[in-house]
């Protein structure tokens, strides 16, 4: 993820090589995938129909080239333009406890930032069972 924000060009290849992986290798990212995934994410990437949803999802966001997933991951990792304190509609955040791209810390600490928020943690059971 800070590769998007410190190396975008080496960003953009490697999103671009996933591309190409998407659509010759699709079983390739699903077994990449599952070597990375917290147990929650790889129990969903088990059932094929999903495995087909995941690579329908990697074919769409990068249909139009890298750049957009390139910058919409660099704007997850830096700052923003505006302070979270100053959002005033209702915010609905649901945040897996076992997420690896987000640290549950970084779930709990926007829940007490955002002044309208409604926080679910999602704590992961077993396949298929969560408690919210």
Excluded: C
């Excluded at 649901?94 to 926007?110: L, T, V």
């Amino acid at each position: 993820m800070q590769l998007a924000r410190t190396k975008p060009r080496l960003s953009r290849l490697t999103l671009r090589l996933m591309a190409l992986m998407a659509r010759f290798a699709p079983r390739q990212i699903v077994k990449g995938a599952m070597a990375t995934l917290p147990v929650p994410d790889q129990a969903m990437l088990t059932r094929p129909e999903f495995q087909d949803r995941f690579i329908a999802m990697i074919r769409e966001a990068l249909r139009a080239g890298p750049r957009g997933a390139q910058w919409d991951t660099a704007l997850m990792v830096g700052p923003w333009d505006f302070r979270s304190h100053d959002v005033r509609s209702a915010v609905y955040l649901w945040h897996g406890e076992m997420d690896a791209s987000a640290p549950i810390a970084m779930g709990r600490y926007m829940a007490s930032a955002i002044p309208n928020s409604h926080a679910f943690f999602v704590r992961w059971r077993g396949p298929f069972i969560a408690d919210f």
